[in-house]
């Protein structure tokens, strides 16, 4: 079978030319990373991917096709995929259908037969940039240009809003003692099954609601959620997040959720170089002096001089590969939040013990 062509523009002028794979078409948005060797489907359906490119570092992707049950939304959200070696014919045998007729379905551009390692490398030392894919555009790099001009900056964009659930929803057993409510700025649905199997009912928020309209459900607790885009530009949620605190109700935040935290206590976030994105990233639990294998994606962290000079955090994780700040909790509030994923399965469960605590802190309230 003849391929069709695909070209991969960087804001750089860097460009590639490979393989179409998905949808034919043409999408935009900040390419990145994920070192994950595992977990394709479960990356490409993660919300906070929402405006990505998102390359894997693994070459063969698409031989273990996709699975209804390994899902972390409804539908993926990334904005294209790019990958080394792509197949279009999957050995497992409970597989619900191949990758490309998944992406096809949902209207996603991809790239394969690049050199990624080759990109891995160049966005290591470049950082993070807007990018695009497209298979209409053979011969006319000027044409692209012109369309990859048009994509936003990620630094400044909020996308929580759009991607978050339009009408509150019900997670778990109704009968359960403990009732938590859970701000949706893009969460995965693993969270919500690992807060379901320790006794949670949760109720889940469209990321914009008031907490009048949360209180009227009288939870027991507050869940902040994983999501895209910028934290600073979050006003809405960080003033929500403060008056949460004000309610003196245990909050557990993770990923979007910890930026907004921190947000809502005076730190500052920023854009990182390259981000963290992938399944082995180390955790040291200043706490317990233990280290954790992590499940990583993000883009933005908090500023580690300004949680330092903050008297009212203590922080209680920090990335072993570059001594940010992965985690912190209040002093005087019963909140806590981390900016890995311990819903995630990179291997080990190192990190469920965080749920753990949450349940402990409720109970304890």
Same mark, same amino acid.
């Given at each position: ?8 523009? #960087? ?20 390419? !990145? ?43 993926? !959200? ?30 996603? /551009?991809?790239? $394969? ?43 400044? +964009? ?24 859970? #701000? ?76 907004? +935290? ?61 001594? /940010?700040? $992965? ?26 013990? #965080? ?11």
């Amino acid at each position: 079978m003849i391929k069709q062509k695909a070209t991969l523009l #960087l804001a750089d002028g860097t460009v590639f030319h490979g393989s179409l794979i998905g949808n034919a078409g043409t999408n935009g948005g900040e390419i !990145c990373f994920n070192t994950g060797m595992t977990g394709y489907q479960e990356i490409y359906t993660d919300p906070s991917y929402t405006g990505q490119i998102v390359v894997t570092t693994t070459s063969h992707i698409g031989n273990y096709g996709v699975h209804s049950e390994e899902i972390e939304s409804e539908h993926p !959200c990334v904005a294209g995929i790019v990958v080394n070696s792509f197949s279009d014919i999957f050995s497992r045998v409970d597989a619900s259908g191949s990758l490309q007729d998944y992406l096809v379905k949902y209207k996603i /551009t991809g790239i $394969a037969d690049i050199d990624t390692r080759k990109l891995v490398r160049h966005l290591r030392s470049k950082g993070a940039m807007n990018a695009i894919i497209s298979s209409e555009f053979e011969g006319n790099l000027e044409g692209l240009k012109t369309e990859l001009a048009k994509v936003p900056d990620m630094n400044g +964009l909020e996308l929580s809003s759009t991607v978050c659930t339009q009408e509150p929803f019900f997670y778990g057993d109704e009968s359960s003692k403990m009732k938590v409510a859970c #701000l949706d700025f893009g969460i995965k649905k693993n969270i919500l099954r690992n807060l379901a199997t320790r006794g949670v009912y949760c109720k889940v928020f469209p990321a914009k609601t008031k907490l009048k309209e949360i209180q009227e459900w009288n939870p027991d607790a507050f869940f902040l959620s994983n999501g895209p885009g910028d934290p600073a530009v979050m006003d809405y949620a960080v003033e929500t997040v403060k008056e949460i605190l004000e309610t003196g109700k245990p909050v557990f935040g993770i990923c979007l959720g910890h930026q907004l +935290l921190a947000e809502a206590v005076g730190i500052k976030t920023y854009k990182m170089h390259h981000g963290h994105r992938g399944l082995n990233h180390p955790i040291k639990n200043l706490i317990t002096g233990k280290s954790e294998i992590t499940s990583q994606n993000h883009g933005f962290n908090v500023v580690r001089e300004d949680t330092e000079k903050n008297s009212e955090v203590e922080i209680t994780h920090v990335h072993l590969n570059d001594n /940010t700040v $992965a985690g912190i909790r209040l002093k005087n509030k019963p909140a806590f939040s981390v900016q890995y994923h311990p819903e995630s399965s990179p291997g080990p469960h190192d990190s469920r013990y #965080l749920f753990d605590e949450f349940i402990a802190l409720i109970n304890k309230n």
